[in-house]
């Protein structure tokens, strides 16, 4: 497709459960986002791909998340023993290049559901 | 580190009235600025962007103009619709560490009535 897509859509885990949420960017795209957006809230960003190569991972919340792109197309973002406090959706987002101030071109989300 | 601060929403407007929603930044380098905007259940896009002071953005009706001596990037438009019922979202990217990681502020929802 044209944009960016993400799977699930919605996820319901109960704690304690692993989950991995999918990202497909725009073909051609270097560099992948991954965001958490808290009900009203802006998106908090989580970590950055440079084609397979993960620069930052600093705004991962805790060792239990943990995200991939290993072809430098689609990536996974995985969380492990999910928390309550992890309910909130998931924004991937993918860009043309690297070091550039080019916009973001967002996925739709995922909103996952920790009971 | 680099911060966007919007103005608090709800903003409720009738159709066809001005809007202007307020955005201030503190940025460590010289970034460039963006608006985006998020209808329900739909991803964010790039509403409009400026990349040196005194550019003006526009698109659909909107505008936005960087004011680096104010460290703002203020969204205004003449004429509101019901379609235009929205969050918007404040944004910079700076480069950081090699990267132009971006910045968002928390957004400002927009409720247009007939």
């Known amino acids: 497709g044209a944009g960016v897509s993400q799977s699930p859509r919605y996820k319901v885990a109960k704690r304690g459960q692993d989950v991995a949420l999918r990202c497909d960017p725009i073909?051609?795209?270097?560099?992948l986002f991954w965001y958490q957006q808290a009900l009203g809230q802006g998106p908090e960003f989580l970590t950055y791909?440079?084609?397979?190569?993960?620069?930052?991972k600093s705004g991962l919340p805790s060792d239990r998340f943990f995200a991939e792109r290993p072809e430098g197309s689609v990536s996974t973002l995985k969380i492990q023993r999910t928390q309550q406090e992890d309910s909130a959706v998931y924004l991937c987002?993918?860009?043309?290049?690297?070091?550039?101030?080019?916009?973001?071109?967002f996925g739709p989300g995922t909103r996952l559901t920790v009971l | 580190g680099d911060s966007v601060t919007q103005m608090e929403g709800p903003v409720t407007l009738s159709e066809e009235a001005f809007l202007t929603i307020n955005c201030t930044y503190t940025?460590?380098?010289?970034?460039?600025l963006f608006w985006y905007v998020q209808y329900p259940g739909e991803g964010l896009q790039l509403l409009l962007k400026?990349?040196?002071?005194?550019d003006k953005g526009s698109n659909k009706g909107f505008e936005a103009t960087y004011r680096k001596e104010t460290t703002s990037f203020h969204l205004e438009k003449g004429s509101v619709q019901v379609s235009d019922s929205a969050v918007y979202f404040c944004?910079?990217?700076?480069?950081?560490?090699?990267?132009?990681?971006?910045?968002f502020g928390r957004g400002t929802s927009l409720i247009v009535h007939p």
């Open positions: 987002a993918s860009r043309t290049s690297g070091n550039s101030y080019n916009e973001q071109f």
């Open positions: 073909s051609g795209h270097v560099s």
């Open positions: 791909f440079q084609n397979e190569a993960q620069l930052d």
């Open positions: 940025a460590t380098g010289y970034p460039s």
């Open positions: 400026a990349t040196k002071a005194d």
């Open positions: 944004a910079l990217s700076d480069k950081s560490g090699g990267s132009y990681i971006p910045t």
